[in-house]
Every structure is written in C-alpha cells, then in structure tokens.
C-alpha cells in the first residue's frame, strides 16, 4: 500500500545552516505530495506542495521537488531561523479513486539554535 | 475566514464518561476527517467522510463515534473514554482531487 517515510530527528541546526528533511514515499501512480509544518500548540499547516512529477513546491524560503524517479521529495531550505523550530511532516494524497486517503510521515522535528 | 474549528481546546475526562468533541468547517468542503496524534505514532486516521449522510472507518475507529448531517459540521463522540483515548485530536477538510488537507488546532484529551 501507499507510505511515507522520512527521516527521524531530532534535526539540531545552528542559524543560517542549510537544511535537508528527507522524505520518501511508496505508491501506485501520481499522488500529490505536500510538506506540513506543525508549531507547538498547533495545529499542522500547509507548507508546500506538488501535484506531478518533476514540479517544486516552494513556501517561505523552503523548497521540495517531486522526483518520481527516486520517488521522493525532499525538504530543503538555504538559511533556517530560530523561528522554523517547529515539526515537519511530509504527507501524500492517494492518485486516482483512492485520492481521499492521506498518509502521512512519523515528522521530523527541528531545532534551530542562535 | 474561520477555517476548521475544534472545540474544546482542552478536556480532562475520567474512564468511562462520554463527550462530543466538535468540528466546523466554513469553507465548503466535501471531505472531513477526524486524526490522533500520539508521541511516536504520527496522525492516525480515526473516521472520515466524503458527505453530508456519509461516514466511514479509517485505521483507529473502535471506540469513537461520528455523524455527518451538515457539510459543516462532523462531531467526534467518544462513547466510554478509556485512559488509551489520551491523545490530541485533529479535524480537518479539504476540498477534494489534489487539494491540500485543512487541520483545526486539535483538542488534547486526558483521561484518568
């Protein structure tokens, strides 16, 4: 069946650090994928998204690419801040009659220190 | 623009009670869902629908109940709370295809 896969954290970064969340996933045909951002407290929010191959979603600095060869998509970001500390959960959206289930990644939770 | 609304923010409920936890969407969607967060488990879907008068399992169903009889509105009942319901609820719509999920901003649920 469809999965998510992404990296375990916690990801400790320093300020400005580039940074990587990887994710990768398992399904049949094109699903749509997105990247959700989850402050403490809150609720998830989008981030980002892609709805076919070889798009990239983009959002406030971050960026991820649909790569259906590797089946994955991949969260980066140039310079991170002290407020991106939050956790990130990659998250795909079934193709075809199955598009109403949503599977989600264990998130990845980061820590960006001044 | 409201979004989805969950309410109560927080509930403290012993074994057995029961209690509705509520969910409103403003934005017309087709599909709601009803999501428990646990530390180490990620989102797990508990009941879903795709309309008003259609409701279905998702992968946590036993113990919880749901209704759907608005487009807006998709109540969460908790039929005799179990220390293993501890957990945050999340709610949360989209507009159907390729669109994104839209989530509340969870209910955390103690029982003791």
């Known amino acids: 069946g469809d999965s998510v896969t992404q990296m375990e954290g916690p990801v400790t970064l320093s300020e400005e650090a580039f940074l990587t969340i990887n994710c990768t996933y398992t399904?049949?045909?094109?699903?749509?994928l997105f990247w959700y951002v989850q402050y403490p407290g809150e609720g998830l929010q989008l981030l980002l998204k892609?709805?076919?191959?070889?798009d990239k979603g983009s959002n406030k600095g971050f960026e991820a690419t649909y790569r259906k060869e590797t089946t994955s998509f991949h969260l980066e970001k140039g310079s991170v801040q002290v407020s991106d500390s939050a956790v990130y959960f990659c998250?795909?959206?079934?193709?075809?009659?199955?598009?109403?289930?949503?599977?989600f990644g264990s998130g990845t939770k980061l820590n960006v220190k001044p | 623009n409201a979004g989805v609304t969950q309410t109560p923010k927080f509930q403290v409920l012993k074994t057995g009670q029961s209690m509705t936890l509520q969910c409103a969407q403003d934005?017309?969607?087709?599909?709601m869902s009803w999501y428990r967060q646990d530390p180490g488990m990620g989102l797990r879907l508990i009941h879903y629908?795709?309309?008003?008068?259609?409701?279905d399992q998702g992968e946590v169903p036993n113990g919880y109940n749901v209704s759907r009889s608005t487009t807006e509105d998709f109540p969460l009942r908790l039929l005799s709370a179990a220390p293993s319901q501890t957990s945050v609820y999340f709610c949360?719509?989209?507009?159907?295809?390729?669109?994104?999920?839209?989530f509340g901003n969870g209910t955390r649920l103690t029982v003791t």
């Open positions: 949360a719509s989209r507009q159907g295809g390729n669109s994104p999920l839209h």
């Open positions: 399904a049949t045909g094109y699903p749509s």
């Open positions: 892609a709805t076919k191959a070889d």
């Open positions: 998250a795909l959206s079934a193709a075809g009659y199955n598009f109403n289930k949503f599977y």
């Open positions: 934005m017309n969607h087709e599909y």
């Open positions: 629908s795709v309309g008003a008068g259609i409701t």
